[in-house]
């Protein structure tokens, strides 16, 4: 009947975003199952981006200093000592940098998956779909990122993270251990959510066959990165 408004489908509605940055972390799946169909990413980019900001500017910049200082010093370079006014400089700018290259990546990274399962794998999908489904799930590694942040200010390293190399004990210092330290365990999940959200974008592509594919582009990155820890 004309006037008559047809009841909201409260299963299929999208929920507002406190509760998605929630669910992303509780019930990842029936999340993307609903944000693939309403791609909302503003807010969650947003989230994201200043929450890494602030776990930057956290953490004091006497420690990035000194972490560039001793990489110099291998290097056989000596870095000067930096004026009050360059730290309180580098202050902002690291936080800042730290923003901004959270939203640049969000929008290769969602670019470089359209590219490989859209273009290349011939899932059906768009870009917004698979932005949405970074920005919520790389959620989860920022978040983890700002509760580690007190243990980086303890050991005096900024880039501290949770990753495989704690459990390869057995494994000598090298290169094939720094592979295991570029794989932060927070990353590791937020690709397998990442994976749902592509299974959930198109049906076909299963969740294992998704979770194979990203993971191995998790590791390549971290064979590249493993080469400059």
């Given at each position: 009947m004309h006037g008559v408004e047809e009841p909201i489908d409260t299963e299929k509605a999208l929920p507002v975003l406190p509760a998605r940055l929630v669910a992303v972390i509780v019930s990842p799946?029936?999340?993307?199952?609903?944000?693939?169909?309403q791609p909302k990413w503003v807010g969650a980019l947003i989230v994201v981006a200043l929450v890494v900001g602030v776990s930057m500017l956290l953490i004091p910049v006497d420690l990035f200093m000194e972490m560039n200082r001793q990489q110099a010093l291998e290097r056989g370079v000596e870095i000067p000592e930096m004026s009050q006014t360059a730290i309180r400089v580098m202050r902002i700018v690291i936080p800042s940098m730290a923003?901004?290259?959270?939203?640049?990546?969000s929008f290769v990274f969602a670019g470089f998956y359209t590219l490989i399962f859209t273009f290349i794998?011939?899932?059906?999908?768009?870009?917004?779909?698979?932005?949405?489904?970074?920005?919520?799930a790389w959620f989860i590694a920022v978040l983890l990122g700002l509760l580690v942040t007190p243990l980086r200010i303890m050991t005096g390293d900024p880039q501290f993270t949770l990753n495989l190399a704690s459990f390869m004990f057995f494994?000598?210092?090298?290169?094939?251990?720094?592979?295991?330290?570029?794989?932060d365990l927070s990353q590791i999940w937020s690709t397998l959510v990442i994976a749902q959200g592509v299974h959930a974008i198109d049906r076909r592509r299963s969740f294992a066959s998704a979770a194979t594919i990203l993971l191995a582009i998790l590791g390549c990155i971290a064979l590249a990165v493993a080469r400059f820890i």
């Open positions: 799946g029936a999340l993307m199952a609903k944000l693939v169909e923003t901004v290259s959270t939203v640049v990546f794998l011939g899932d059906e999908g768009r870009y917004a779909q698979y932005l949405a489904v970074v920005v919520h494994i000598p210092d090298g290169y094939f251990l720094n592979v295991f330290k570029a794989l």
